[in-house]
């Protein structure tokens, strides 16, 4: 390629990523290779092995062309990325990518529209190692800077925010942060590098539940950090040192799942839009948190950064109480009652967001549901969410 070649587009990187012809051997899609024990010819050739270990078949435990595909795949979809790492569920993956960078008498700065099991991880290892956690403002931008004390080594970002959906400013958090040669780390799993490509945005390591959006089919658990050239090296060897894994079988069926990621997050993109859309002319309906709506906290600088919506998003109910919520929940038809999101299947969720805050107060109108729209016919999951405002407005 010459310079002047465009870069290529995300849906034909998807098709390539990962795919070394030493890895898949000329077979499509890289095979699913199951290992602990490697065996050497000799004592010789087990020490050259031992002097590179990461370049090379080694030990199972630092995995097998299956692993290294997938996370291969991962970091050439990440513009800026010098290499991922992969762990078995998004939470591992969060607590790795913090305690890679993090030590005791450190202050980390957390957003406080984060993913619950992130704040118990600060409250329950964190603090207990002598790592001190301040939660901000979603929408503090580049006000952050106001938070910063001589002890602060990290931010944590997740933006949209979630259950409440707040899109954060990154590029003007991740310049103050740059400026003072704080760490920035984001959970990007709601929109995914194809469209917030973090790292070009000024993130140091970016972080996905794959057990969303990448697997895609509900069937396997999953997580991945993804790291800048300064980065990498530190989370390697804090990732080698707690022994994560993940097992052959979950990586293929990452690697899967990934080759479609395109196509599934416009259908989720659109059927979510459309759903949302319906939602907000609905007079059982307070509000809708999406981040492509103008009424999203945040959303002109979703219009800005992101390439796309996908399909998570709540809604605040007028009024009503949680029995009102729970009829409307239990009989809909096409939406299962479940945690996690990201498959082809849509799900609906009763979430209670003002009682996670500390740093900000968050009010509603009434309770609060999230939904993940799938796959399905959007006219069909609208008809359905009908049924339901109206088990509601009967008042459970
Ligand atoms: C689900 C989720 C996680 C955790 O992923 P698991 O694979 O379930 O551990 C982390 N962050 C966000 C935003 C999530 O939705």
């Known amino acids: 390629m010459t310079d002047d070649t465009p870069p290529l587009r995300p849906a034909t990187r998807i098709a390539a990523a990962g795919r070394r012809k030493e890895w898949t051997q000329g077979i499509v899609n890289t095979p699913v290779w199951r290992a602990s024990t490697i065996l050497f010819d000799s004592v010789a050739d087990l020490r050259r092995a031992s002097a590179s270990p990461n370049d090379r078949l080694y030990y199972g435990r630092r995995g097998t062309p299956t692993q290294w595909s997938l996370a291969d795949a991962l970091t050439e979809l990440e513009p800026g990325a010098a290499g991922t790492m992969l762990y078995p569920s998004g939470v591992a993956a969060i607590a790795m990518a913090l305690l890679s960078v993090l030590k005791p008498g450190d202050e980390l700065l957390m957003v406080d529209s984060a ?172 509000r809708v948190l999406h981040p492509a709506l103008p009424t999203c906290p945040g959303h002109a600088i979703w219009a800005r950064d992101f390439a796309g919506s996908t399909g998570l998003f709540a809604f605040v109910l007028q009024g009503g109480d949680d029995a009102a919520r729970a009829a409307l929940i239990d009989g809909l038809d096409h939406f299962g009652i479940g945690f996690s999101w990201g498959g082809f299947e849509s799900l609906a969720l009763p979430v209670d967001p003002a009682a996670i805050r500390s740093a900000t107060r968050w009010q509603a109108e009434g309770p609060v549901v999230r939904l993940h729209i799938g796959l399905e016919d959007p006219a069909d999951l609208i008809a359905d969410l009908k049924r339901g405002l109206d088990r509601f407005a009967a008042g459970g």
Request: charged share 15%; aromatic share 8%.
């Open 115 to 286: 993913y619950e099991p992130t704040r118990a991880f600060c409250r329950n290892v964190l603090a207990p190692m002598g790592i001190t956690t301040r939660f901000y403002d979603p929408l503090a931008g580049g006000a952050i800077a106001d938070l910063f004390s001589d002890a602060t080594r990290a931010i944590f970002l997740e933006s949209p925010g979630s259950l409440t959906f707040e899109v954060q400013d990154v590029p003007a958090i991740c310049a103050a942060a740059n400026a003072r040669g704080i760490v920035t780390l984001l959970d990007n799993t709601w929109a995914t590098p194809l469209y917030f490509p973090a790292l070009a945005k000024g993130v140091d390591l970016t972080i996905l539940a794959c057990t969303k959006y990448i697997v895609g089919h509900s069937d396997a658990m999953l997580g991945s950090v993804t790291a800048t050239a300064g980065h990498f090296e530190a989370l390697r060897r804090t990732t080698h040192q707690f022994g994560q894994h993940v097992g052959p079988d979950d990586a293929a069926l990452a690697s899967r799942g990934l080759r479609t990621l395109d196509v599934r997050l416009r259908q989720h993109q659109a059927g979510a839009l459309e759903v949302a859309r319906w939602l907000e002319t609905h007079p059982g309906v307070a």
